[in-house]
């Protein structure tokens, strides 16, 4: 029983920094989306 929670436990911990990392590249592409210079042709 104890091996299972232990598996439980290193799962949730796995899908809770997964969704952690996915949230920062989100917000890094926002940030680098929002930050590049307008490209001269498209003005």
Excluded at 6 to 30: N, P
């Amino acid at each position: 029983m104890k091996k299972l929670l232990l598996v439980v436990l290193v799962a949730l911990g796995g899908y809770f920094v997964y969704r952690q990392v996915q949230a920062d590249r989100a917000e890094q592409d926002l940030w680098t989306e929002a930050t590049d210079p307008i490209p001269a042709g498209s003005r």
